[in-house]
């Protein structure tokens, strides 16, 4: 699943294509954009990309020479029926120009991947013993700009079945998904109809996705089963496409953060804010109505007093997208309620209204009263009458997203 990666922070000066020609040596076939590499560079790095030693075929070759950095890994590939010994082979190197001090690990990933697509190409086509270099440019081409301008590309070589996919993924953007709860909602942060590779579980889902139910419910909709659908929302969450936040419920309280007073000064977030919170598209929300009801959360207060007593929709805000807007950017935080049961020593003590929630093994203090609803299938108002103010169970509070 390739979607909206970070594209990358020290971006690709240049793509070239050098080969091994019987007749001129080594040569600079193509380069993406022109004249990155003159001539003058060329001579002194063409032996570092078509080696004179075998045994450095395959492997990554790195080299600085001023302010740019060459990665390419030089390979031959015998043509069918060929011998390396012979002139049917195709010699050549595709090197990804950068600055000096990128990161070649992303690069080195995106190389192995291009000679394992054009080996096959070979063997099964005749892709570069036959008229396949003639696409050579409009495939360097594709990777140039695909790479810096999107994080990826995708590009069709022979057919819609042969089809050269690559994308830029450095660990240092990525961050492990978190374990996904029933009850956490997905919000998605990217457009997903502009990804390619899709797989099925996503096709399924991809329709019920709303920003508003939860993985449960999801999986309810979409007949998957709940643990494909956490897979595919982790996945998600790993290439920056999605995240997730808990129910938004008017019963619920949320409290404004410290990063409340980061935002006086950060005009590109307050404009993000204006858009993201709007009703309808005229007029734009105020930026001192949209900070005035963040500053309300201070102290705490539920969503539905803030909707009684600021009524945010007069001045074209949607309440929920306040909500949700301030929990992706950490403006706001829920205060979460997670119950725990204590002084029951036997079956006789124990009240008729908890023996369910008992079995279920949820008043561990580890289940929130969403997590809980989600679990039982039971409504969220009758979680908190059967647990909130019984004796035998302790709440913890938290705040969270």
């Known amino acids: 699943m390739k979607g909206s990666v970070p594209c990358p922070k020290n971006q690709i000066e240049a793509v070239l294509f050098v080969e091994f020609d019987n007749s001129y040596g080594i040569k600079l076939s193509h380069q993406v954009p022109e004249n990155v590499i003159d001539d003058n560079t060329f001579k002194h790095l063409e032996n570092y990309f078509i080696t004179r030693s075998r045994q450095l075929y395959g492997k990554l070759i790195v080299t600085q020479l001023s302010s740019l950095q060459t990665i390419g890994i030089p390979v031959a590939i015998p043509h069918s029926n060929a011998d390396l010994s012979g002139r049917n082979v195709s010699i050549f190197n595709i090197v990804i120009v950068t600055k000096v001090g990128a990161n070649t690990e992303p690069y080195e990933k995106i190389l192995k991947k291009l000679v394992s697509y054009f080996t096959i190409f070979e063997q099964e086509h005749r892709f570069l013993s036959t008229n ?181 929709f007069l001045n074209n805000i949607n309440e929920r997208k306040l909500v949700e807007f301030g929990l992706l950017k950490g403006i706001l935080k829920r205060l979460h309620k997670y119950p725990v049961v204590r002084n029951l020593d036997h079956d006789c003590d124990t009240p008729p209204q908890l023996k369910e929630y008992i079995a279920s093994d949820v008043l561990d203090g580890q289940h929130s009263f969403d997590d809980i609803s989600v679990k039982l299938k039971c409504k969220l108002n009758k979680v908190k009458e059967d647990l909130e103010f019984c004796k035998y169970v302790t709440i913890i509070q938290k705040l969270g997203v």
């Open 132 to 312: 396949g270099k003639e696409k050579i440019r409009d495939i360097i081409d594709s990777i140039y700009h695909g790479i810096n301008e999107k994080g990826y590309c995708s590009v069709n070589v022979i057919d819609e079945l042969n089809v050269i996919k690559l994308s830029y993924i450095n660990k240092e953007h990525f961050r492990d998904p978190p374990e996904i709860k029933d009850s956490d909602v997905p919000i998605i942060t990217a457009d997903l109809l502009q990804c390619d590779d899709w797989d099925l579980t996503l096709r399924e889902l991809y329709p019920h996705l709303d920003n508003q139910k939860p993985v449960r419910l999801l999986a309810d909709r979409s007949l998957l089963g709940i643990d494909l659908v956490k897979k595919c929302i982790q996945s998600l969450i790993y290439y920056n496409l999605a995240t997730v936040i808990s129910p938004i419920q008017y019963s619920n309280t949320y409290y404004s953060t410290n990063v409340i007073h980061t935002i006086i000064q950060d005009a590109e977030l307050q404009e993000e804010c204006k858009q993201y919170v709007k009703i309808h598209p005229e007029p734009i929300p105020e930026w001192d109505c949209i900070f005035n009801l963040y500053v309300t959360f201070q102290s705490g207060i539920k969503l539905k007093r803030l909707l009684m007593f600021e009524k945010p």
